[in-house]
């Protein structure tokens, strides 16, 4: 193969796509908030420059981007909210007692929520386009295997998303959860109906 994936390079796409998403959300700030407040363009830059460094500070501090995307749940939308919104707290401060001209709160504010919605929702299209894939080839493969998971909880979700996300997820078919508690009866887990108890 002449461009294998290595986690290595998986982490540097990663941080390609981070910076050009909070980029383009302070452009988006930027062109939204222009008719009504005035913005001076090298306060954009600037704040661009300081918004990506410090977000790679945190993202590196809170482990955004050494973590599995293909399993994105709410601890990764977790670690990054803590580093979006880390880098957000600290640039305020910084623009509070260091800018010189005029600044925009409204504009880092704007800046903010539109990072964070682009970088989490960059994860779980990721997340979604590696599961695509693996149905796709599960559609393609020759033998599979209808599975029953037995247990409805916190173990039954991990095991169910690791054989999603895994590249032998096309030879398994999960039909369902089974789980002797009434109250999961008839209820739904991922997406795949828990169909009654063990027996």
């Known amino acids: ?41 090298n306060f954009v830059f600037t704040t661009a420059l300081m918004s990506i460094a410090l977000y790679l500070l945190f993202g590196r501090i809170f482990n ?25 707290i600290v640039s305020l401060i910084i623009v509070s007692f260091f800018w010189e001209g005029s600044y925009s709160r409204r504009f880092e504010l704007l800046a903010y929520v539109l990072s964070l919605c682009l970088i989490i929702a960059s994860r779980l299209i990721w997340r979604l386009l590696i599961e695509r894939r693996n149905n796709y080839q599960k ?31 096309g030879e398994i078919d999960v039909v369902g959860f089974i789980d002797d508690d009434p109250n999961k009866q008839k209820t739904y887990l991922s997406g795949k109906k828990v169909l009654g108890p063990v027996e």
């Open 64 to 88: 955004v981007f050494t973590r599995i995307n293909r399993y994105t749940n709410l601890r990764e939308m977790s670690a990054i909210f803590f580093a979006i919104t880390s880098q957000f």
């Open 139 to 169: 559609d393609c493969s020759g033998v599979i295997h209808r599975t029953l998971i037995i247990g409805a909880g916190e173990g039954g979700r991990i095991l169910f998303n690791s054989l999603v996300g895994s590249p032998t997820s």
């Open 1 to 41: 193969m002449l461009f294998a994936l290595t986690r290595k390079r998986k982490i540097i796409i990663i941080i390609i796509i981070d910076i050009a998403l909070i980029t383009l959300a302070c452009l988006t700030a930027y062109l939204f908030m222009q008719p009504y407040v005035g913005v001076a363009p």
